[in-house]
């Protein structure tokens, strides 16, 4: 595709004696530059990305988009073709350009979209598990990576920008895919990365506390999370369907003020839905719960424990459904579902306790936790739990209730400080602490986990929330190994 062509499908108004090279890449990366490529200059609070024009034209790049009027000289300098757009117009320009240029990938397969501030990774990997149990070839995009049936490769973002994930969309119609199960941020709906996308159907899961570092207020929170209910369906040619747990206070907001159509479900049979999940047997490793819905009712058994997981069941399956699947089919999916990874992940070791590694790192998503943990508990209930450095502050005391007002003995220590100092984190989660519960403070977190697994004792089961799948700890602005699984081995070895 030309400059022009592109630029035109966009939306982008080229100047009149723009040259018009052949575009055979676009990214937003200049270490990524093959010939060919439009480098796209993206605004930045760290660094001014035209810095990296040399470096794009040395490695081949024909063209770039410059959001300073200044740089469009110094691109042509380097014999660049160069297209001047303002910065507050990307967020709109982006997904324009991505859609034009792979034109417009998700037409050829089902997608479903994930939202809210728990459950999506859960939600969005079970519902691939039980598609690949039906036979379809389906893949899956958000926090654990972006993985197909035949390959997996790792993420910045949970969804990211606009260049790189109609990108990894643009793979999956290559790689002949049925169905891609895809988280969906809320920074990734406010900043319109994901626009454009035509959804067979999205699943809002829950609205808590969370990233109000970036939104400000959990009105402008939930605002982002209904642009997948309300204006992303609209820029799509495709038939929708949500489903929205109205369970949840939000939930039944989103469900009435869409004008799309919707399924409800719900884990409480006391409120009104097409859907309801209610669990019978509860175990560490497995769920039974029972199905109502309007054509009859179902006893369902899922290789999945906990008790928070009958509502990640409850999103999948009506999401699914939602997305034209049917429920005769995936009836029989669920008993042979495995564990998420660092999702409620039962850590096998030989020991009389158990310990349990979980990414809960809201108040809410430690509550459900723990209140899933403790009735499967014949001992104590021991608690690792720290908060992530420059994210939300407000939720750290919060956290550092829901984890000790519900356990026997907490241990508050080190997430991913990134650049903040992680004794402050440490004691502001700290403040929160229930009245009268035993805590320690242990900055260092292999110190931490070591401390709990040595202090445990026969029946009790240490729960570390926060990291979960991670095998990463970030300090400053570097990443380095750390997995909590292997640090509990370690520690069992000493």
């Given at each position: 595709?030309?400059l022009?062509?592109?630029?035109?499908?966009?939306?982008?108004?080229?100047?009149?004696?723009?040259?018009?090279?052949?575009?055979n890449l676009?990214t937003?990366d200049?270490r990524?530059i093959q010939?060919?490529?439009?480098f796209?200059?993206?605004p930045?609070?760290?660094?001014d990305?035209?810095?990296?024009?040399?470096?794009?034209a040395a490695?081949g790049?024909?063209?770039?988009?410059v959001?300073h009027?200044s740089a469009v000289?110094t691109a042509r300098?380097?014999?660049?073709?160069?297209?001047?757009?303002p910065?507050?117009r990307y967020?709109?320009?982006?997904?324009?350009?991505?859609?034009a240029f792979?034109?417009?990938?998700?037409?050829s397969y089902?997608?479903?979209?994930v939202?809210g501030t728990?459950?999506?990774?859960?939600?969005?990997?079970?519902?691939r598990?039980?598609?690949?149990?039906?036979?379809l070839?389906?893949?899956?995009?958000?926090?654990?990576?972006?993985?197909?049936?035949?390959?997996?490769i790792e993420?910045n973002n949970?969804?990211p920008?606009a260049?790189?994930?109609?990108?990894?969309l643009a793979?999956?119609?290559k790689?002949?895919?049925d169905?891609?199960c895809m988280e969906?941020?809320?920074?990734?709906?406010?900043?319109k990365?994901?626009?454009?996308l035509e959804?067979d159907?999205?699943?809002f899961?829950n609205?808590?506390?969370?990233h109000l570092d970036?939104h400000?207020?959990?009105?402008?929170?939930a605002?982002?999370?209904?642009?997948?209910?309300?204006?992303?369906p609209?820029?799509?040619e495709?038939?929708?369907r949500?489903a929205?747990?109205v369970?949840?206070?939000v939930?039944?907001?989103?469900a009435?003020?869409?004008?799309?159509p919707v399924?409800?479900f719900s884990t409480?049979p006391?409120?009104?839905a097409?859907?309801h999940?209610l669990?019978?047997?509860?175990q560490?490793?497995s769920?039974?719960?029972?199905?109502?819905?309007?054509?009859?009712?179902h006893?369902l058994k899922?290789?999945?424990?906990?008790?928070f997981?009958?509502?990640?069941l409850?999103?999948?399956?009506?999401?699914?459904?939602a997305?034209g699947?049917?429920?005769d089919?995936?009836?029989n999916?669920?008993?042979?579902?495995k564990p998420?990874?660092?999702?409620f992940?039962?850590v096998p070791?030989?020991a009389?306790f158990?310990v349990?590694?979980?990414?809960a790192h809201?108040?809410d998503?430690v509550e459900?936790?723990?209140?899933?943990?403790?009735?499967?508990t014949?001992?104590?209930?021991?608690?690792v739990?720290?908060?992530?450095g420059d994210?939300?502050?407000?939720?750290?005391?919060?956290?550092?209730?829901?984890?000790?007002e519900r356990?026997d003995?907490?241990?508050?220590?080190?997430d991913?400080p990134r650049?903040e100092d992680?004794e402050?984190?440490v004691g502001?989660?700290?403040?929160?602490?229930?009245?009268?519960?035993?805590?320690l403070?242990?900055?260092d977190r292999a110190?931490?986990?070591?401390?709990?697994?040595g202090?445990?004792?026969e029946?009790?089961v240490?729960?570390?929330?926060?990291?979960?799948?991670?095998?990463y700890?970030?300090?400053?602005?570097?990443?380095?190994p750390?997995d909590?699984r292997?640090?509990?081995?370690e520690?069992?070895?000493k």
């Amino acid at each position: 595709m030309t400059l022009i062509e592109l630029c035109t499908r966009a939306g982008i108004l080229a100047p009149g004696d723009l040259q018009s090279p052949e575009i055979n890449l676009l990214t937003l990366d200049s270490r990524l530059i093959q010939p060919g490529s439009l480098f796209v200059c993206m605004p930045s609070n760290r660094q001014d990305s035209h810095a990296f024009l040399p470096a794009a034209a040395a490695a081949g790049a024909v063209a770039a988009i410059v959001h300073h009027e200044s740089a469009v000289e110094t691109a042509r300098a380097l014999g660049l073709t160069a297209v001047f757009l303002p910065a507050e117009r990307y967020p709109d320009t982006l997904w324009q350009l991505a859609r034009a240029f792979y034109n417009s990938p998700t037409s050829s397969y089902k997608l479903i979209g994930v939202t809210g501030t728990n459950g999506k990774t859960t939600t969005a990997w079970i519902m691939r598990q039980m598609l690949t149990a039906l036979g379809l070839r389906a893949g899956y995009l958000g926090t654990l990576g972006f993985t197909l049936p035949e390959a997996s490769i790792e993420l910045n973002n949970t969804t990211p920008f606009a260049l790189e994930l109609y990108a990894l969309l643009a793979q999956a119609k290559k790689a002949n895919l049925d169905a891609l199960c895809m988280e969906v941020s809320s920074h990734a709906l406010a900043e319109k990365r994901a626009d454009g996308l035509e959804f067979d159907s999205a699943i809002f899961t829950n609205l808590t506390q969370d990233h109000l570092d970036f939104h400000g207020t959990l009105e402008q929170y939930a605002d982002a999370k209904f642009r997948l209910f309300s204006e992303l369906p609209l820029q799509s040619e495709k038939r929708f369907r949500a489903a929205i747990n109205v369970a949840d206070p939000v939930g039944r907001s989103f469900a009435d003020w869409t004008n799309q159509p919707v399924l409800t479900f719900s884990t409480n049979p006391e409120i009104e839905a097409d859907y309801h999940y209610l669990a019978s047997d509860v175990q560490l490793d497995s769920i039974t719960f029972d199905l109502k819905t309007p054509t009859g009712n179902h006893r369902l058994k899922a290789g999945l424990g906990g008790l928070f997981n009958v509502e990640n069941l409850a999103s999948a399956l009506t999401g699914l459904i939602a997305a034209g699947y049917s429920l005769d089919d995936l009836l029989n999916t669920t008993e042979n579902l495995k564990p998420v990874p660092g999702r409620f992940e039962n850590v096998p070791i030989e020991a009389n306790f158990r310990v349990i590694v979980d990414y809960a790192h809201t108040p809410d998503a430690v509550e459900k936790l723990l209140d899933s943990v403790r009735p499967l508990t014949a001992g104590r209930v021991i608690t690792v739990v720290g908060c992530g450095g420059d994210r939300d502050k407000t939720k750290r005391p919060l956290m550092g209730f829901a984890a000790s007002e519900r356990s026997d003995f907490t241990i508050v220590t080190s997430d991913n400080p990134r650049t903040e100092d992680p004794e402050t984190i440490v004691g502001e989660v700290l403040n929160g602490i229930a009245p009268n519960r035993p805590a320690l403070a242990i900055v260092d977190r292999a110190e931490a986990i070591a401390h709990a697994v040595g202090f445990a004792s026969e029946n009790d089961v240490v729960v570390i929330a926060g990291k979960g799948h991670e095998n990463y700890q970030i300090i400053g602005h570097q990443k380095f190994p750390f997995d909590d699984r292997e640090f509990v081995r370690e520690a069992l070895k000493k």
